[in-house]
């Protein structure tokens, strides 16, 4: 917290608040900032009129961070009574990421996974208690367990999504079956799915580019008129931006003109890399608002989570993705990793805020393992955080640095996600060998 000097703030916040908010952008990078301001101080500065110019949110925050020094006071100027109260600035620097989980949907294409209706409420419970934004369900209308799965909303916290395809072309969104399944699902959200690269609106969809833009916009404006929150995730959506920019980006900002809440760029095919990611995101939110942009990556090339952070970097701030990294072919981006990742990872902590608290964080290796035991399948021992592995070690000079502080061999603590830590006995543990027994 930042206390400026009572005379200060009787010249206004004008230059004694906004000269504090430049020190405090330069070190601490933050994004947005608060004012809080006393009711005799108040008499003495024009909040509102800083607050328009600096881009200041005026609500509360906490911040415990160490600030640079306050201003002098000017000389001449009497010192601060109770007429003369302090102005309190305080820093807001994280800005909110949202969760959006597509285990149901995008994670039931996994070879050899079949969710029944049970698993997929067992699993939409412990998403909503982990404390991720959106659960995708799955598709209703497209097969039997997904209709009846939408019979009724899983999810208290969470907001429970629906997927489908826009209208098709040639009819309108009131006299789609499928717009019309998706409408009568109990559903707080509508996903739609809809082509962004023109090779795949001639070959695919078989219409004009302009034809797929009218069905993006009556599809989204349908949802909102029925009251729920759309969103549109932009299938092909890089590779569509590599070939054509101007129509990728031109159905993401029709979605978004239409009343979507998010358009969410999909790397469908994966081949995409991180450096392309974040230049190609870059470029996105410098003509759309980031805060409405989401990123959906495939693991093709081995790059969902990298290319997630990348696009979070660049500006996008909804994360979609799945637990241990389920999807079609080689899976989607692992929640199971980004989560702590943006939870613990100084870069994304400091920056930003997720709806994963600290107590539902360390519940993150058991929701892990119980994805494996729902599908009959062994958890994986090497995964990132949760894994039986991620913090054993069976190297003697490990295991004795461990024995000091963990810290030297452990990037977190293994129990802020849940885990433990081992140390295993192994012939590669180093013995100490007489002096005498060692020869050149």
Same mark, same amino acid.
């Given at each position: ?23 405090l952008a330069a070190a601490r990078g933050a994004k947005r900032l608060t004012a809080d301001v006393s009711d005799t101080a108040n008499r003495y500065s024009n909040v509102e009129a800083s607050s328009a110019s600096a881009a200041i949110w ?109 209208? &098709?072309? %040639?009819?309108? @969104?009131? =006299? !789609?079956?499928?717009? /019309? ?5 109990? #559903? ?103 805060? &409405?942009? %989401?990123?959906? @990556?495939? =693991? !093709?090339?081995?790059? /969902? ?5 990348? #696009? ?105 996600? %849940? ?22």
């Open positions: 917290m930042l206390y400026v000097d009572p005379a200060s703030a009787r010249r206004g916040a004008a230059t004694a608040l906004l000269d504090a908010i430049e020190r005026l609500r509360s925050t906490t911040n415990g961070s160490a600030t640079p020094p306050c201003p002098k006071r000017l000389p001449g100027q009497p010192p601060g009574g109770r007429d003369n109260a302090s102005l309190k600035v305080k820093i807001m620097a994280r800005e909110r990421l949202y969760l959006f989980d597509t285990t149901l949907r995008d994670g039931a294409l996994t070879t050899g996974v079949d969710f029944s209706i049970e698993d997929k409420r067992q699993i939409a419970a412990m998403l909503d208690a982990l404390g991720i934004d959106y659960v995708e369900g799955g598709y209703p209308g497209a097969n039997p367990i997904d209709t009846k799965f939408f019979q009724s909303k899983p999810t208290k916290r969470a907001r429970f999504c629906a997927f489908g395809m826009t209208k &098709r072309p %040639g009819r309108s @969104a009131a =006299n !789609d079956p499928g717009v /019309a399944a998706l409408l009568q699902a109990d #559903a707080d959200a509508i996903v739609f799915v809809a082509k962004s690269w023109d090779y795949h609106v001639h070959v695919a969809l078989g219409c004009s580019l302009e034809e797929n833009l009218e069905c993006i916009a009556d599809s989204v404006r349908a949802a909102v008129a029925a009251g729920r929150e759309a969103m549109v995730d932009c299938e092909h959506f890089f590779d569509g931006y590599k070939a054509n920019p101007s129509y990728a980006l031109k159905c993401a900002r029709v979605a978004l003109e239409a009343g979507a809440r998010w358009a969410v760029l999909c790397d469908t095919n994966g081949g995409t890399l991180p450096d392309e990611v974040e230049r190609i995101v870059g470029e996105v939110t410098r003509v759309l608002p980031g805060e &409405r942009v %989401g990123i959906h @990556a495939h =693991n !093709d090339t081995d790059n /969902a989570v990298a290319n997630t952070l990348a #696009a979070i970097r660049a500006g996008a701030r909804q994360v979609q993705g799945t637990l241990n990294g389920l999807g079609e072919r080689c899976g989607n981006a692992n929640l199971v990793s980004l989560i702590p990742t943006l939870a613990l990872k100084g870069d994304f902590a400091e920056r930003f805020e997720i709806g994963v608290n600290e107590t539902s964080l360390r519940s993150l290796t058991k929701v892990s393992r119980t994805i494996s035991e729902l599908l009959n399948a062994a958890p994986d021992r090497h995964a990132p955080y949760v894994g039986a592995s991620a913090f054993a070690t069976k190297a003697g000079i490990h295991a004795s640095a461990l024995a000091k502080d963990p810290r030297t061999y452990e990037h977190v603590p293994p129990e802020t996600v %849940g885990n433990k830590r081992a140390i295993l006995v192994s012939d590669q543990a180093a013995v100490r060998t007489s002096s005498r027994s060692c020869t050149a």
